[in-house]
C-alpha cells in the first residue's frame, strides 16, 4: 500500500476543500445552453459550470433514456410493457417503479383526483392522437369503469395493472426529468442552472450573481403575457392549466386534464395551477391533481400538506396565493390577489 507523507496529506486535504470552495469558479462558469424537442415538447437547458457541454449531453442522454421509459407510444418502453401485460407482472427500471409510486401517493393524497389510469379516457378524447373529438357519454362511461389507480401493485421493480388496465404518466414525467437534470448538472459541479421542459421551470442554485432566479407565470386568459413573475432559489415551478393542450368543437373548449368522476375535463373553478416546491417530480403531480381537485379542493389540499406553496387562477380571474409565496410574486395583471394562510 502507498502511503502518503504528512506533507502530502496536507496537500491533497487542501486542494480537495479548494475544490470544494471554488467547485465552479466564477470565472471559469460560463453559460452553457442546448435547446432540444423531447417527450413531446421544446426544452430548454442552461447551466453554469466549466465542462458545462458534459453536462448538457450527459442530461440530453438521460431525457432520451428517460422518453424511451415512459413513453405511451414507443412499443418497448416500460409504460408499453405494462400496458400489454394482460395482468401479468412487468420488471420495470427503477425510474418508472418510483415514478408510478409517486403518482400512487399522490393519487391518494388528492383522493384520486390524479389517476395514473386514466388513459383509456385520454384515449376516448383522441388527445393521444390527432383526431380530438368529443366521444359519446356511454363510451366515457365504459373506458371510466377501467381506471383505478388503486388496483395497481408495486414491488420494488416488478409493477402489476389488471388486465383492463392502461396507465400514462404524462401527468408526472416532465417533473422527475427535470430532478434527474438538476441532479447531473450538480453531479459536474455546477451551482447555478434553469431548465424549462415544455413551461416547466426548474432551477438549481441562485442566478450566477447570487440573485433569485425571476420565473414568469403565464396568464391563462390570454396566453401570451405574463400573470406576475415569481422569485425563486433551488425550487421547481410546474404550471397546469386548461390552455397548454386543448382543442374547441361548436366553441367549447376541451383540454387534456381529465376528471375521473365523469370523464369529462375537469372543470372545477380553475384555470391554471402552478406549484412551487422543491421536487419536480411532486410539484408536476401535484399541479395536475390540484387542478382536478378545483378551488375548494386544492385549498383544502394545501392546508392538510404543508410541503408546497401554489398560485391558483380562478376561472372568475382571481389569483389566490399561498402565504408561503407572498414576498416572491410581482402580479403583473390587472387580477386581485387573495393570499391563502394556514389556519
Ligand atoms: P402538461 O403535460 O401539459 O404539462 P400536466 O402535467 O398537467 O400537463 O399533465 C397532463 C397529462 O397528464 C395529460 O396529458 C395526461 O397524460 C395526464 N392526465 C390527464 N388527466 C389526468 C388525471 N386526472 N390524472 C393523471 N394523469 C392525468
Ligand atoms: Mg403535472
Redo the contacts with the bound molecule.
Sequence with gaps: MRRMTPYKTAVTVLSAMMLLITGCSPEKAEEHRSDLFAMD?YMELKVWCPDGERALSEASARITELENTFS?TIPESDISRLNQAEGQPVEVSPDTSLVVQK?IEI?DASRG???????P??QAWG??SQEKHVPTRETLQKELERVDYSRIRVEGNSVTIPSDMQI????????YTGDEVMRIFSDHGARSAIVSL???VQALGTKPDGSRWKVGVVNPFTTSDNLGVLEIADQAV????NY??YFEENGVRYW?????KDGEP?DNGLVSVTVVGSSGLEC??L???L??EGTEGAVSHWKRDRSFEMVLVTDDGRILLTEGLRDVFTNQSTMPIEVIEHE
Design positions: 415538447t405511451v403518482g393519487g383526483a390524479l389517476d395514473i389510469s386514466i388513459y379516457v385520454l388527445f393521444t400514462d404518466l404524462g401527468a408526472l414525467a416532465k417533473g415544455g413551461g416547466n410546474i404550471t397546469s392549466g397548454e393542450r387534456h386534464i381529465i376528471d375521473r375537469a408536476d403531480a399541479s395536475t391533481a387542478f382536478v
